[in-house]
């Protein structure tokens, strides 16, 4: 029987072994967190249908119908191509012989605290949109008074499209949620003033356009076009922001009790560190690179080394099932021929 390592278990990693393991490869599904579903285990409702995010977890997961040999809280510690066979050590001293390894190591998301100025970790009050994620799962969006916001401010592109950080790229699905976030919270506290502070909005896929249109229009949520310079705290506890609305071309202050920071995506730290070891091509973004970008996105210049989600880069959802479907098919043929 041919086998596989798929490093990751976030979706990307499940919904390939799910595919490969009902080809009848043997899979073994390596996770580095004690359970599996990356990111979206984070998620409470999902753009752009407000579908709940447990649920399609569950379902993606459903998929895998047990055949997989799933190793949670371990990672590979060595791995190197003998002939045509991967050999491969575990974090638990456990040693595996492959016909193939796919990674699927997925993302970070940006440390707030690299970008000072907004002053994450120093202030209350100033959360990342997962945190904001966790408090809607949790049906409790309040300050750390105790207090339900009475205003709130989104920031886009933190630590995306912002060469000073190193990351010139755009995350491509911060926008989207930042507007689900937005009108979420304007439907929980309909009296709360909700600002967005965008570059431009990239409303990119089908139904997002619909979303920014019901944000304005039927939750009341605001849209300024400008960068955020500085947060600051009051003296009772408040944040105040400085910006420039450059549609208006004038400077702006507003005083807020709430500020989130729509922190984007990186490559995953630990699955950088792999990559490396595999001589896997990286490109300016530090995303892994495919053999190219049009047909041969899941090959690396390694035979029998595939990639699949968001490790390759930005991804929503149904993009990254996509991905990793076209991923174990090419396992697959790799495997078979
Ligand atoms: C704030 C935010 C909200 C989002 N909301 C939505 C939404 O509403 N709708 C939508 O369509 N998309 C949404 N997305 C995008 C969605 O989260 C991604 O498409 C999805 O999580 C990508 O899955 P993945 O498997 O590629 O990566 P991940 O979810 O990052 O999973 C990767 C897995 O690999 C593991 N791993 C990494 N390195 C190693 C290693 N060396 N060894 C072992 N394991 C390792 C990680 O622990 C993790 O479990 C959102 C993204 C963000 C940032
Ligand atoms: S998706 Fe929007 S918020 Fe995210 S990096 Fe791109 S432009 Fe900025």
Redesign the pocket.
């Known amino acids: 029987m041919k086998s596989v390592v798929i ?8 919904e390939a072994a799910a595919k490969l393991t009902k080809s009848g490869v043997k899979v073994f599904l ?4 004690k359970e ?5 285990r984070q ?1 409470d ?4 249908t407000q579908e709940n ?1 447990q649920k399609v977890l569950e379902d993606i997961i459903d998929g895998l119908d047990n055949r997989a040999e799933v190793l949670k809280n ?3 510690q060595h791995v190197e191509k003998k002939g045509d066979k991967f050999e491969i050590t575990l974090t638990n001293n456990r040693s595996l012989t492959t016909d193939a390894v796919l990674m ?6 940006f440390n707030a605290r690299r970008k000072e100025e907004y002053g994450y970790g120093i202030y209350d009050n100033v959360i990342t ?2 945190e904001l ?1 966790e408090m809607f799962k949790t049906e409790r969006v309040l300050c750390t008074n105790g207090k339900a916001p009475e205003r709130v401010a989104f920031v886009h592109c933190v630590g995306s499209r912002d060469a000073k950080v190193g990351n010139r790229y755009c ?1 491509k ?2 926008c ?2 930042a507007v ?1 976030q937005a009108s979420e919270v304007k439907q929980l506290y309909p009296e709360a003033e909700v600002y967005n502070f965008y570059m431009d909005l990239r409303m990119f896929d089908r139904k997002f356009e619909d979303m920014y249109h019901e944000a304005q229009t039927s939750c009341g949520v605001q849209f300024v076009r400008g960068r955020l310079s500085e947060a600051a705290e009051t003296k009772d506890g408040r944040l105040q922001i400085k910006a420039e609305d450059t549609l208006l071309g004038k400077p702006l202050k507003l005083t807020v009790d709430m500020l989130v920071l ?4 990186e490559p ?1 730290s ?2 950088v ?2 990559a490396k070891k595999l001589k896997i091509e990286q490109g300016s973004d530090r995303f892994f690179n495919g053999q190219n970008a049009y047909n041969l996105r899941n090959f690396t210049s390694t035979q029998g080394l595939f990639l ?4 390759t880069g ?7 099932l996509a991905d ?1 479907r076209a991923a174990a098919a090419e396992v697959l043929s790799y495997l078979t021929k």
Do not use: Q
């Open positions: 490093v990751g278990a976030g979706i990307a990693g499940i390596v996770e580095k967190e599996i579903g990356g990111h979206l998620w409702r999902l753009f752009p995010a371990v990672t590979v699927a190591t997925g993302f970070d998301t949109s997962t994620e995350s699905v911060c989207v949620t689900k729509m922190t984007g995506m995953c630990s699955g560190a792999l699949a989600g968001t490790c930005p991804k929503t959802i149904p993009e990254t990793a």
